[in-house]
């Protein structure tokens, strides 16, 4: 079984300043993990994946995350906001063992304020 | 180059009937999955398709049916419809099953009323 909790269901930060998106997983095999953005009327897109590679994952627009596998944690951050960056983000995990498919945490919406 | 592209973008349908939703993906992507979001939550896996057959099936009643063409488009089939399916039907594909770089439509906004 596999199962994402995103720990903020909103975030507000303010332009310029740092973002973090927190995320814990639960897989019983070594999962891969993704961040999805979904802006308003827009479908998801990828920022980012973590494959059993390099565990720091450089994204797309400046966005990284760390994979913690001792704290089962995959947290997003980008060090400078800026006011594009308003969407509501998803964790998401996937795994050969669950078929591929993937299971989404209940996403973190992100204001950012001038 | 196209994207996934959805059809119709919305719809209105009222409970006990019946509803088709249809999908392109990019061209070259073999495979297509099917995901449900209900308002303020994470989208989730009703289907996956591959050469035209089924690979996954996500916890959904019977009601939900999926088929993929040899184009490799999709439909998804929902019959005796209820206000709970009300929700964002998203459609990705991928060139595999294996749903490493999932591309996704911009969804349809079905209403039950």
């Known amino acids: 079984a596999q199962s994402v909790t995103q720990l903020d269901s909103h975030v507000s930060v303010s332009e310029g300043t740092p973002v973090l998106l927190r995320c814990n997983y639960s897989?019983?095999?070594?999962?891969?993990l993704f961040w999805y953005v979904q802006h308003p009327n827009k479908g998801l897109q990828l920022l980012l994946k973590?494959?059993?590679?390099?565990?720091l994952v450089k994204g797309i627009n400046g966005f990284e995350a760390e994979f913690k596998k001792s704290e089962t944690s995959f947290h997003l951050t980008k060090p400078s906001a800026h006011m594009s960056d308003a969407a509501e983000y998803f964790c998401?995990?996937?795994?050969?063992?669950?078929?591929?498919?993937?299971?989404f945490g209940g996403g973190t919406r992100v204001l950012v304020k001038p | 180059d196209a994207g996934v592209t959805q059809s119709p973008t919305h719809l209105i349908k009222t409970r006990g009937q019946q509803v088709t939703l249809r999908c392109s993906p990019i061209s070259g992507h073999k495979s297509v999955s099917w995901y449900q979001q209900v308002l303020g939550q994470g989208p989730q896996f009703i289907f996956q398709?591959?050469?035209?057959?089924?690979?996954g099936r996500g916890n959904f009643p019977d009601r939900f049916s999926a088929r993929q063409f040899p184009n490799y488009s999709s439909e998804l089939n929902v019959n005796a419809l209820l206000l709970g399916d009300s929700a964002l039907y998203l459609c990705?594909?991928?060139?595999?099953?294996?749903?490493?770089?999932?591309?996704f439509g911009s969804g349809t906004q079905l209403s039950v009323l």
């Open positions: 998401v995990v996937s795994g050969w063992a669950a078929g591929n498919k993937l299971t």
């Open positions: 973590y494959t059993s590679a390099a565990t």
């Open positions: 897989s019983s095999y070594s999962p891969s």
């Open positions: 398709y591959y050469e035209k057959e089924e690979r």
């Open positions: 990705a594909s991928s060139l595999d099953p294996r749903n490493e770089k999932l591309f």
